[in-house]
């Protein structure tokens, strides 16, 4: 009976850590959308700065990228598609990792834009890519939801 109880308080530790992580990654994400949105020309700023987008889709793809992460952020928060939510947002971590390791690397360093905040680039914003590229990870692995089809036909 003692082992049963103890994989039994196992498992609602591993639930109760999985839905810690899908919050506050999706809570991050969409406070970072809407931070981008509430003050779009700060963001653009440092896209234009960063290089990586053409000029003349600046505009468009701070909206874009503003929209994508609150909504992701919602469905994380939520627990909706929590497997593909969560391998989306590692991916989108993953690139502004790259982006930031690029920037400290060409020594050109400005306002990173991330969070609303003006605070400079450095590895310290990695690391917290890092960490929340592993919470993603997390919540992929122990969700239990995946795309699902109901017998009622409808996608869950």
Known sequence: MRVLAFFRSLVLSLVNWTVFC??????IF??????????PYA????????????LRFVFVTTFLLAMVEVGLGIHMILGRYLRIVSVMLACMLVVFSGVLVRVIL???LFSCGCLGI????????I???????G????VCIFSKTWVQINPKGDIK
Do not use: D, T
């Open 135 to 138: 919470m993603c990870g997390w």
């Open 30 to 39: 969409v406070y970072a959308g809407f931070q981008k949105l509430r003050a």
């Open 118 to 125: 003006s605070a400079e680039i450095s590895f310290r914003q």
């Open 43 to 54: 963001f653009m700023a440092a896209l234009v700065h960063y290089g990586i987008v053409p």
């Open 127 to 133: 690391l917290e890519n890092a960490v929340l590229v």
């Open 22 to 27: 899908q919050i506050y990654v999706g809570g």
């Open 106 to 108: 060409s020594g050109n």
